[in-house]
T-cell receptor
């Protein structure tokens, strides 16, 4: 079993849709949870980060962590064509330790 | 906005040759990392570096790999004798000591092609 499993996609939605991106994990030591956006042949760009369980909102993005279910989600409201990218979840056990990444979900938002 | 800068953006090398990938992390960051991403695969951890020494390394980071911070700004990854399977995007990342930001800032990567 992989430590981090990410919904594989690809995902294609119309502009304005609500997008849900999800990851599950098996390592109960993970306490720090991140979402990155990656454009083709570029480095990942940090979108959201949360510690332990709970919700965090930043503009159109909401990150949710449910440690009891070992499940994290990223919601994108009012999706835009510029949101088209690959989204990576990542997790770590300490705040400066290595991160374990999911495989990524490629999202296309159609105008 | 501060950036992590990586050079070169693309390097082609012969199998068996040594390569050095260079990174300039954000100036007030204290933790440094190298990750790699083979085409179409996930981002994989290679090594972390703090206080002038390796703090953690993966199974991938074998004796062929080494890291250095030769001066106050640069952070390098050296592969001594490249193999075909070393072909990948190599990303440098850094983060500050600030306790409320758990994510990294990544560079744009170096695409290494071993032929």
């Amino acid at each position: 079993q992989k430590e981090v499993e990410q919904d594989p996609g690809p995902l294609s939605v119309p502009e304005g849709a609500i997008v849900s991106l999800n990851c599950t994990y098996s390592n109960s030591a993970f306490q720090y949870f991140m979402w990155y956006r990656q454009y083709s042949r570029k480095g990942p760009e940090l979108l959201m980060y949360t510690y332990s369980s709970g919700n965090k909102e930043d503009g159109r993005f909401t990150a949710q962590v449910d440690k009891s279910s070992k499940y994290i989600s990223l919601f994108i409201r009012d999706s835009q064509p510029s949101d088209s990218a690959t989204y990576l979840c990542a997790m770590s056990g300490t705040n400066a330790g290595k991160s374990t990444f999911g495989d990524g979900t490629t999202l296309t938002v159609k105008p | 906005e501060p950036e992590v800068t990586q050079t070169p953006s693309h390097q082609v090398t012969q199998m068996g040759q040594e390569v050095i990938l260079r990174c300039v992390p954000i100036s007030n960051h204290l933790y440094f990392y190298w990750y790699r991403q083979i085409l179409g695969q996930k981002v994989e951890f290679l090594v972390s570096f703090y206080n002038n020494e390796i703090s953690e390394k993966s199974e991938i980071f074998d004796d062929q790999f080494s890291v250095e911070r030769p001066d106050g700004s640069n952070f390098t990854l050296k592969i001594r004798s490249t193999k075909l399977e070393d072909s990948a995007m190599y990303f440098c990342a850094s983060r500050s000591r600030s306790g409320d930001n758990y994510g990294y800032t990544f560079g744009s990567g170096t695409r290494l092609t071993v032929v």
